[in-house]
C-alpha cells in the first residue's frame, strides 16, 4: 500500500469517526464528570500538578480509591484551558477518538489484508457502544488506554512483521505502556496482548525457542514496568488489588467469588449483543434488568454456551483464520479487567470499558471479509450488495452514535433516558430520584425513591439518601422507617446517626433520639450537634418525667441541621 493511499483510507476512518462523535461537543458535564470535575475544588487549580501520582482517582470525601494520576492533570488542564467550560473536555475526547480510530486502522493494517482492515477499522470509528466513553468527560481515560493498547500492539506487529522489534520501537511501547497504566489500570494487558500476537499472526518462521530467547529481555522489562505501576498504585490506593470498592450490588447481597462469576457468565450474551449489535444502550445495568445469580440456575446457560463457543471458535480458527483468534483474544485480555471474573469491578457492566474490547471485536469481523469476498468475487450484484451492507452498516452506526450522544447532554437528559433504556433497573430510577431531589422536584423525586425501594430493597445507600431527603425538606416521621432500614441492612454504617438522632427527636422519641445521637460522636459526627440533641433530648424527658407532659420543640435543635 502506498504512503498517499494509506493517508486517504485514514482520512476516510477520520472523517467518519468524526460524524459519529462530533455532536457531542456540545455536551456539558453529566454523572461522574460532575462530582469528580465539576464540583471539586481540586480540579479548579493548577497548584501541585505533580502530587496527583501520590493521589487517588477519587478524592477522600468520594471514596478515595482508584489510581490514574495522568487523566487528574488532564482534566486540570483542561478546566484552566476553558475556564471551567465543558467544552475542552469535550474536544479532546472527539481528538482522542480519532486518533484511537487511525490507530486502530494502522494496527489492522498488520492484522488484515487493506479492505478488510479498512472495514474493521471504520466499523470500530463509528461503532455507537463507544458513546459513553466519547460523550461523557470522564470516558476520556477509556479513549486513552484504547489508544495506548492500539498504539503499543501496532508498533510491535509492524516492527516484527518487518522482522525484528528495534530498541526505539521498544523504548516507544515501553513509554506507552507507562502512559496507558496511568490513565487507566487497564492498560496492564498489552504485554499479554503482544504475547498473543507473537503466537498467532506474527509471520517469523524461527524456531520458537530462538525466539523467547531473542525477545525474554524485553517482555521483562514490560514485565517489571507493570509490577512496578502496581506497587506504586498499592502504596496510594488501599481498596486492594482491583483499586475500587466493590459494586454496591456486590455488596448489599454479599455475593459471593462463585455467584459474581455466575452472574457475569449468564451476561455473556449481553456483551457479544454490545459488540455486535449495540442498537439497545444503557447507562445503568442493574437488577432487575440484570439477574444477579443466586446460585447454578438455568439461565446462565446460554451464557456458559456462548463463552465455550467463542472459545472453541478462536482454538479452530488459530491455523486457518490467525486474525480471528487475535481479535477474539485481544477482546478477552481488554476485557478481563472490568469483567468481574478475576476481581469485583465497581459495576455489573459499563458500556464504556467496551471501547478497547470492541478493537479486538472488529478484528475477527475484519477476518471474515476475506473469507466472505472468495465466494462473492465472481458476482457483480453479490458484491454490490456487500458494498450496500457495509455503507448502511456505517450510516447506521453514525445514526445511532449521534442520538445517542445527545443523551449524556446534562443529568437532566441522561437520567430521564435512563428510566426509558432500562425502567427495571432501580439505579436507573435511584439516580434519577435524586436528580429530581436536588432540583426540588420533591413528588416525582419520591415517586422514582420509591420504584427503586421497590424494584430492590437491598441497596442501604438508597434508604440514606431518601432517610436524608425525607429529614432535609421537614418530613422526619416519614424519614424515620428509612433510617432504621438503613441501619437494618448495615449495622455498623458511620453515616446517618446525626439525621436520625434529629428525626427521633423530632417524633418525640427522646431515648432513642440520645442514644443515636451518642453513636453519632463514636462514628465521627458533628459533636456540636449531637450534644445539642442530647441535652434537648434529656430536657424533654426530665418535662415528662416533672410535669407529665412537654414542650419538645421548645428543647430541640432545628430540624434542619445537617449531619
Known amino acids: 500500500m502506498s504512503r498517499r493511499t494509506w493517508w486517504l483510507l485514514a482520512a476516510a476512518i477520520a472523517g467518519l469517526a468524526l460524524a459519529a462523535s462530533a455532536n457531542s461537543v456540545v455536551n456539558g458535564f453529566a454523572y461522574d464528570d460532575v462530582y469528580l470535575i465539576q464540583r471539586s475544588t481540586r480540579m479548579h487549580t493548577l497548584d501541585g500538578l505533580l502530587r496527583e501520582f501520590a493521589r487517588t482517582y477519587w478524592g477522600g470525601e468520594s471514596g478515595g480509591d482508584g489510581y490514574r494520576p495522568l487523566t487528574i ?22 481528538a482522542l477518538h480519532l ?23 471504520a466499523l470500530y470509528a463509528v461503532h455507537p457502544v463507544h458513546t459513553e466513553a466519547i460523550a461523557n468527560v470522564v470516558g476520556q481515560s477509556e479513549l486513552a488506554v484504547a489508544l495506548s493498547l492500539a498504539l503499543g500492539t501496532g508498533l510491535y506487529l509492524h ?15 515501553v513509554a506507552v505502556y507507562i502512559a496507558g497504566m496511568l490513565f487507566k489500570e487497564h492498560a496492564i494487558v498489552l504485554p499479554a496482548i503482544l504475547l498473543l500476537a507473537e503466537a498467532t499472526i506474527v509471520r517469523d518462521r524461527t524456531p520458537w525457542r530462538q525466539r523467547v530467547a531473542a525477545l525474554r529481555p524485553a517482555y ?94 478462536a482454538v479452530s480458527c488459530w491455523r486457518r483464520s490467525p486474525a480471528a483468534t487475535f481479535g477474539i483474544g485481544f477482546l478477552a485480555l481488554s476485557l478481563l ?26 478484528i475477527a469481523v475484519g477476518s471474515a471479509v476475506p473469507f466472505v469476498y472468495a465466494r462473492i468475487e465472481h458476482s457483480a450484484l453479490a458484491r454490490r450488495l456487500g458494498a450496500a451492507l457495509v455503507l448502511a452498516l456505517l450510516a447506521g452506526g453514525i445514526t445511532r452514535s449521534t442520538s445517542r450522544n445527545r443523551a449524556w447532554f446534562d443529568n437532566e437528559t441522561l437520567f430521564r433516558q435512563a428510566i426509558v433504556d432500562s425502567p427495571d433497573s432501580y439505579r ?103 450534644r445539642a440533641i442530647i441535652a434537648a433530648a434529656k430536657a424533654a424527658m426530665e ?21
Not at 492533570?73 to 472527539?94: C, D, T, Y
Not at 431527603?469 to 455498623?492: I, S, T
Not at 407529665?548 to 434542619?560: F, L, Y
Request: charged share 15%; hydrophobic share 50%.
Open 220 to 313: 521483562l522489562v514490560l514485565a517489571a514496568v507493570g509490577l512496578g505501576y502496581l506497587w506504586a498504585r498499592s502504596a496510594v490506593v488501599v481498596a486492594g488489588i482491583g483499586g475500587f470498592k466493590p459494586y454496591v450490588v456486590f455488596q448489599a447481597l454479599q455475593l459471593s467469588t462463585g455467584n459474581r462469576v455466575l452472574t457475569m457468565i449468564g451476561l455473556a450474551p449481553e456483551w457479544v449483543r454490545l459488540l455486535l449489535w449495540p442498537a439497545r444502550l444503557m447507562t445503568e445495568y442493574a437488577p432487575l434488568t440484570i439477574e444477579v445469580a443466586q446460585g447454578v440456575s438455568a439461565s446462565q446457560l446460554p451464557g456458559l454456551l456462548v463463552l465455550l463457543g467463542t472459545l472453541g471458535l
Open 543 to 563: 418535662s415528662v418525667d416533672v410535669h407529665g407532659t412537654g414542650d419538645i420543640k421548645a428543647a430541640q435543635p432545628a430540624s434542619g441541621a445537617k449531619p
Open 159 to 173: 516492527g516484527r512483521n518487518a522482522g525484528s522489534v528495534s530498541r526505539g520501537r521498544w523504548a516507544a511501547i
Open 337 to 362: 479487567p472490568a469483567s468481574n471474573f478475576l476481581i469485583p469491578a465497581g459495576f455489573i457492566i459499563a458500556e464504556r470499558t467496551l471501547l478497547s474490547p470492541s478493537i479486538g471485536a472488529m
Open 428 to 530: 436507573a430510577h435511584f439516580m434519577l430520584g435524586l436528580h429530581l431531589f436536588q432540583k426540588q422536584w420533591l413528588t416525582e423525586g419520591e415517586r422514582h425513591f420509591r420504584e427503586s425501594i421497590r424494584l430492590f430493597p437491598h441497596d442501604a445507600l438508597v434508604a440514606y439518601a431518601m432517610a436524608e431527603q425525607y429529614r432535609a425538606n421537614g418530613r422526619c416521621q416519614a424519614a424515620v422507617p428509612y433510617y432504621r432500614a438503613l441501619f437494618a441492612l448495615v449495622p455498623e454504617a458511620d453515616a446517618g446517626h446525626t439525621g436520625f438522632a434529629i428525626c427521633l427527636l423530632e417524633t418525640g422519641q427522646w431515648r432513642e433520639a440520645r442514644a443515636e445521637a451518642l453513636q453519632a460522636i463514636r462514628s465521627g459526627g458533628r459533636v456540636a450537634i449531637a
Open 99 to 121: 486518533a484511537g480510530a487511525v490507530t486502530v486502522f494502522w494496527l489492522m493494517t498488520a492484522v488484515l489484508p487493506r479492505a478488510a482492515a479498512w472495514i474493521a477499522g
Open 73 to 94: 492533570i488532564a482534566f486540570r488542564l483542561e478546566w484552566a484551558l476553558g475556564g471551567g467550560s465543558p467544552l475542552p473536555f469535550h474536544v479532546v475526547n472527539i
